[in-house]
T-cell receptor, first 114, second 109 residues
């Protein structure tokens, strides 16, 4: 069990550029979640996957945000045409069972949009 | 929509004393509640949880209490230690998990 891995740890980009983050969950976990955290706030739910199926995406912040989990293993979160308001920590988490299960979080990707 | 609320942004206690962190929720569909601890530059780590069918769960120095009628839960840490200093998040789960804004606990030696 190597834990949830996120890459990169830090990303600095210019406004208008596209960015993509990767998350590798714990291998036997079938649920994968994306959260965003801004300073002084708790993690804000964005979307989640059960295996390769994206079961909830209405909480994605805008149509500039999209996530994939093509083979039910790793996932990517893409932000197109970044804005300064997108600057935040993006957290990935995974869990084994569908409900009533604790989430295991990665260390996050800190995005700074200049 | 703030379905999970932690109204105290910070708490400071003396080492050895009790720390009590509070959390309120609004969604009656939540059936599983958790507390997470977060250190700087790390993701949140699971601390303790409680199902809605229980009103108390204890794990060593940590106890979580759930009052369903009041839609309130609390985390008690006894005795508090300096290493407990961190940000504590309350979370509640139905189909997905929602978090409060966190309480920064400082335990002074």
């Amino acid at each position: 069990d190597t834990g949830v891995s996120q890459d990169p740890r830090h990303k600095i980009t210019k406004r208008g550029q596209n960015v993509t983050f990767r998350c590798d969950p714990i291998s036997e976990h079938n649920r994968l979640y994306w959260y965003r955290q801004t300073l002084g706030q708790g993690p804000e739910f964005l979307t989640y996957f059960q295996n390769e199926a994206q079961l909830e995406k209405s909480r994605l912040l805008s149509d500039r945000f999209s996530a994939e989990r093509p083979k039910g293993s790793f996932s990517t979160l893409e932000i197109q045409r970044t804005e300064q308001g997108d600057s935040a920590m993006y957290l990935c988490a995974s869990s084994f069972r569908a409900t009533n299960e604790k989430l295991f979080f990665g260390s996050g990707t800190q995005l700074s949009v200049l | 929509d703030q379905q999970v609320k932690q109204n105290s942004p910070s708490l400071s206690v003396q080492e050895g004393r009790i720390s009590i962190l509070n959390c309120d929720y609004t969604n009656s569909m939540f059936d599983y509640f958790l507390w997470y601890k977060k250190y700087p530059a790390e993701g949140p780590t699971f601390l303790i949880s409680i199902s809605s069918i229980k009103d108390k769960n204890e794990d060593g120095r940590f106890t979580v209490f759930l009052n369903k009628s009041a839609k309130h839960l609390s985390l008690h840490i006894v005795p508090s230690q300096p290493g407990d200093s961190a940000v504590y998040f309350c979370a509640a789960s139905a189909n997905d998990m929602r978090f409060g804004a966190g309480t920064r606990l400082t335990v002074k030696p």
